[in-house]
């Protein structure tokens, strides 16, 4: 099996969890639960970002909002299947997420980010589960002609609906990227346990991928000669501030879990399998 | 300042580009007292410093356009109608039912104007402040230009359709009547396989100026014949937006409905009729029902380059046909 790790790519908006999980698998990785589970293959040679947020992620704090990486090398987790021998190599370009805005807002690439895709094996795609796919519509009783308005919002392309953000992402890449099709894409609902709640209520994460985020499940639906997608939910914190109270006194791997279907555990590391084909 | 080729482009005297093309026109010449700041007038183009250009998200100018009606059959739709009758409202919902879903049995499979579209909607999202859904006036930049979409059928694997919008100004088309110069200049009707004419449902509904806007309307319809831009070629629709403002003088749209009939049915390859409201004052729903069933009949149908039944025929000359007919493999967008 070849020693070279395969690339697998963290994109998504600000804010929408990314941090979170790959301390998760961080965290996973280095303490795998299984004999035959995925694990690191060493540090990586800068793990500034993570060791900065490590503690507060294990006391089971919220992180603070993550300001745009420093100029150096991107947050990366290497990691190996012990079975197959097959290594990875997870990194986010930017891990703010205002890159993938930045590219909505400004449409330009930068350079080290079109050489970072030519050679992606798969990306993780990550949107939060609690927050709204599009801008709320004025519509019906809202409509309030008489009622005075205190100020209104200029148009700023930042504030367009996420999930047509994420979609032009994506149209970006199979338009520009040079990669193999099709490119598996793991789409993570985080902060999932806010749809766990529902209980049986609940949707599965690819149902709510259909109602919820319409039009990025018609994107990726209709282009399945670029995309391949699997979608999940998680909850990478494991729970609300509120929650994490109790929570804390777990270890962070016992916080976490996974919704694959109907399935529930704690493997974070399962998105990462299949972008492996390992499953 | 910038001079140009065409003889009838305005940029020398105000800077548009009658393509709406600004400074990548093909057609410029530059004049040698040029002012080094003078900006043109144009849609915002990336800069490409030291990463790669991405497309930019607004309406696609013709060359862009290009791409999608010399690879395979794209349906074009022009869109006309009088100062803020409704028309860039109604394709503002479009969008919005793309984002709650497939639109009439088609699903979504991309767009290169999401960033206009979104634009679009602003100030109709709460997040914006406004107390009631506005529309900012559609400028005549954009009037050679064309909001986009892909689609295909949902639970099939027919072909895939692009779907060219060309919002028209409404102060182009007030021009229009009184000019065939400025209908000439209209570029994207002379392709269309579907001209939408928005009737203002609140003008018709005011006895002051209902029927200037309806005689406005008609002699546009006839000017663009008159010039060959539309004819059995196109479809005809005839829709009234602001269903809300309409009540109680439905009568209005009735009469306009039966003038379009007896004047124009002979004349065109189809002719329809909507009532619509995109986004209702009322408390009531916008009529996204009527709005998917128009949708359905732009796509579906083609009257300039009907599909062909290759099981009918007993060659094909596919470097000669698949550009006309699409016949070809394409790569969804």
């Known amino acids: ?279 | 300042m910038f001079h140009c080729k065409l003889p009838d482009c305005p940029i020398a005297k105000n800077g548009r580009c009658l393509e709406g093309q600004g400074t990548d026109c093909p057609n410029l010449l530059a004049d040698d007292n040029l002012d080094a700041t003078a900006t043109v007038a144009a849609s915002p183009k990336p800069v490409a410093t030291a990463g790669i250009a991405l497309y930019s998200g607004n309406p696609l100018a013709l060359k862009d356009a290009r791409e999608f009606t010399g690879r395979g059959r794209a349906i074009v739709v022009g869109l006309v109608g009088l100062i803020e009758s409704g028309k860039t409202s109604l394709l503002a919902r479009l969008h919005r039912q793309f984002l709650a879903g497939s639109v009439s049995g088609y699903r979504f499979v991309g767009s290169k104007t999401l960033l206009r579209f979104e634009e679009l909607n602003w100030n109709a999202t709460i997040d914006s402040g406004v107390n009631a859904p506005k529309m900012d006036r559609s400028s005549r930049h954009w009037d050679n230009s064309f909001l986009h979409y892909t689609v295909r059928p949902q639970h099939t694997n027919d072909e895939i359709t692009d779907v060219l919008m060309n919002d028209i100004s409404g102060e182009t088309v007030q021009d229009a009547v009184g000019t065939q110069k400025t209908c000439n200049q209209l570029l994207g009707l002379a392709r269309a396989d579907h001209v939408v004419v928005v009737a203002d449902g609140g003008a018709l509904a005011d006895f002051a100026v209902c029927h200037d806007h309806a005689g406005k309307l008609r002699d546009f319809v006839q000017r663009i014949l008159q010039s060959g831009q539309i004819g059995k070629q196109t479809v005809l629709h005839l829709v009234v937006s602001k269903q809300d403002l309409l009540k109680g003088r439905e009568d209005a749209a009735v009469r306009l409905e039966a003038d379009f009939q007896r004047l124009f049915s002979g004349q065109v390859g189809g002719l329809h009729y909507w009532r619509v409201a995109a986004r209702p004052c009322d408390g009531t729903q916008p009529t996204e029902a009527e709005i998917a069933k128009m949708f359905a009949q732009w796509v579906s149908t083609s009257l300039r380059y009907p599909p062909m039944d290759f099981s009918t025929l007993p060659t094909v000359d596919w470097p000669r046909d698949f550009c006309r007919f699409g016949a070809s493999q394409r790569q969804p967008f």
């Open chain 1, 1 to 279: 099996m070849s020693a070279t790790p395969q690339q697998l790519l963290i994109a998504g908006l600000a804010d929408a969890g990314k941090s979170s999980f790959i301390h998760a698998v961080d965290d996973l990785l280095h303490h795998p639960a299984a004999d035959d589970a995925l694990r690191a293959s060493g540090l990586a040679e800068d793990r500034i970002y993570l060791e900065k947020e490590k503690s507060s992620f294990r006391a089971g704090e919220e992180l603070e909002r993550t300001k745009r990486t420093p100029l150096g090398a991107p947050p990366e987790l290497l990691f190996e299947d012990p079975k197959s021998g097959l290594k990875g190599r997870l990194f986010l370009p930017d891990v703010s997420g205002e890159i993938y805005r930045d590219q909505w807002v400004d449409r330009i690439w930068d350079k080290s980010y079109a050489d970072s895709l030519k050679h992606v094996s798969g990306i993780l795609l990550f949107a939060r589960a609690d927050l709204a796919a599009s801008n709320a519509e004025l519509l019906g009783p809202l409509i309030d002609p008489e009622k005075p308005v205190e100020a209104v919002k200029e148009w700023d392309p930042r504030n367009a609906s996420s999930q047509v953000q994420l979609v032009d992402v994506l149209q970006f890449i199979a338009t520009h990227g040079d990669f193999a099709r099709p490119l598996r894409v793991g789409l993570i609902f985080s902060a999932w346990d806010t749809m766990a709640k529902m209980g049986e209520q609940a949707p599965t994460p690819d149902a709510f991928l259909r109602t919820d985020w319409a039009l990025l499940d018609q994107y990726l639906s209709t282009n399945v000669d670029t995309f391949t997608t699997k979608v999940y939910g998680v909850s990478a914190l494991g729970g609300t501030r509120e929650e994490m109270r109790e929570l804390r006194k777990l270890a962070p791997s016992d916080r976490v879990k996974i919704v694959d279907g109907k399935d529930v555990s704690r493997d974070l590391t399962k998105p990462l399998r299949w972008l492996l084909k390992l499953t």
